[in-house]
């Protein structure tokens, strides 16, 4: 494959995945611009090694060990990253129509998104790959190079983290 004919599939890779890497991203840091950062210098990264990388796999999946490395460097250089006002990661939206529904929704939500932010680093990365991402046990992981039975631990008891603090709201 030519250079040229290399450089249009890397920017069609980057076109396919950039707003994913960039909420990959923020799932980790919970920071927009550091986020922002990891992700491009992520894919800057991963154009120069572009020749390494096995056609017959998944993009994203070889990306995001680059990107995943990147932002656990800014965690390591950055101790005090602790921003809970950035959960764009999750998404969810209200019908107006039973206003009562929606503000205990609402009220969900956020309680949700507060535990979410609150878990370890690994175990927020493990359950928004899986939940938010849609990747599988395996994609995962492959993704963060740990055994599928640590990805499948990790989300379980993620999700039992979750569910037991706010069990605890809804008493």
Known sequence: MSTVEQKIEFERHVKQNMKKAYFSALGILRDHDLA???SQSAFVKAY???????KTKNFFT???KI???NCL?????NKKLVHEDSNNYL???FEENDLNQNIENREIYELTKKEISNLETTDREVLILREFEG???EEI???MQIPIGTVMSKIYYARKKIAKRIGAYLK
């Open 62 to 64: 070889w990306y995001y």
């Open 91 to 93: 998404e969810y939206t």
């Open 36 to 38: 922002m950062e990891a």
């Open 73 to 77: 460097n800014i965690i390591r250089d």
């Open 67 to 69: 990107l995943r490395n």
């Open 141 to 143: 992981s492959e993704m």
């Open 135 to 137: 990747y599988s046990y």
């Open 48 to 54: 120069k090694s572009f020749g390494t990388f096995d």
